[in-house]
T-cell receptor
Framework: DTAVSQTPKYLVTQMGNDKSIKCEQN?????MYWYKQDSKKFLKIMFS???????INETVPNRFSPKSPDKAHLNLHINSLELGDSAVYFC????????????FGEGSRLTVL | GENVEQHPSTLSVQEGDSAVIKCTYS??????FPWYKQELGKGPQLIID?????GEKKDQRIAVTLNKTAKHFSLHITETQPEDSAVYFC?????????FGAGTRLTVKP
């Protein structure tokens, strides 16, 4: 069974569209994250949720809105997509916010044309 | 916030040689330092970690050292194999905030 699964794996869309990426973890973890990895492989945290509550909200445009319906799910919705949003988005989870080890999903490659 | 610097950005070694990747961090409150390996098309995966109350940790061919005073930590891979080729990331955790280095692309030539 996949521990952290995210869908879709690939997403190609036009500028201005709205899209969502979904993430689910079956590890029983309390904390989930979204990271953005750009073309130079730099991993930058975007959001972190602990038990459905937002605990980290980096300087990310308002067009990005995370939603956590329960602690096993953290979805990312992006409005009015821009070329610069093209990246690989990784979902991750950890037992708690400060225990350390992150378990990453396989990534969702978003291409904005 | 925490700032993690990682060097080198690329590293090429012959199979069987050792590889060393170094990271520095800025915030002395950081207390957990993991290393992740990312293979092509995959998510990063934890390979070894160290907490601030330990100076060195080893797991078979990989080891990590931590110098709290100098705020730097290093990954050592001995007897490298082609399957070690990947991008490696260091990270530092302070409270609930994990910050990553920029990554090192390691290539092991057969």
């Amino acid at each position: 069974d996949t521990a952290v699964s995210q869908t879709p794996k690939y997403l190609v869309t036009q500028m201005g569209n709205d899209k969502s990426i979904k993430c689910e973890q079956n590890l029983g973890h309390d904390t989930m994250y979204w990271y953005k990895q750009d073309s130079k492989k730099f991993l930058k945290i975007m959001f972190s949720y602990n038990n459905k509550e937002l605990i980290i909200n980096e300087t990310v445009p308002n067009r990005f809105s995370p939603k956590s319906p329960d602690k096993a799910h953290l979805n990312l919705h992006i409005n009015s997509l821009e070329l610069g949003d093209s990246a690989v988005y990784f979902c991750a989870s950890s037992p708690s916010p400060n225990t350390g080890e992150l378990f990453f999903g396989e990534g969702s490659r978003l291409t904005v044309l | 916030g925490e700032n993690v610097e990682q060097h080198p950005s690329t590293l090429s070694v012959q199979e069987g040689d050792s590889a060393v990747i170094k990271c520095t961090y800025s915030d002395s409150a950081s207390n957990y330092f993991p290393w992740y390996k990312q293979e092509l098309g995959k998510g990063p995966q934890l390979i070894i970690d160290i907490r601030s109350n330990v100076g060195e940790k080893k797991d078979q061919r990989i080891a990590v050292t931590l110098n709290k005073t100098a705020k730097h930590f290093s990954l050592h891979i001995t007897e490298t194999q082609p399957e070690d080729s990947a991008v490696y990331f260091c990270a530092a955790l302070k409270r609930n905030d994990m910050r990553f280095g920029a990554g090192t692309r390691l290539t092991v030539k057969p």
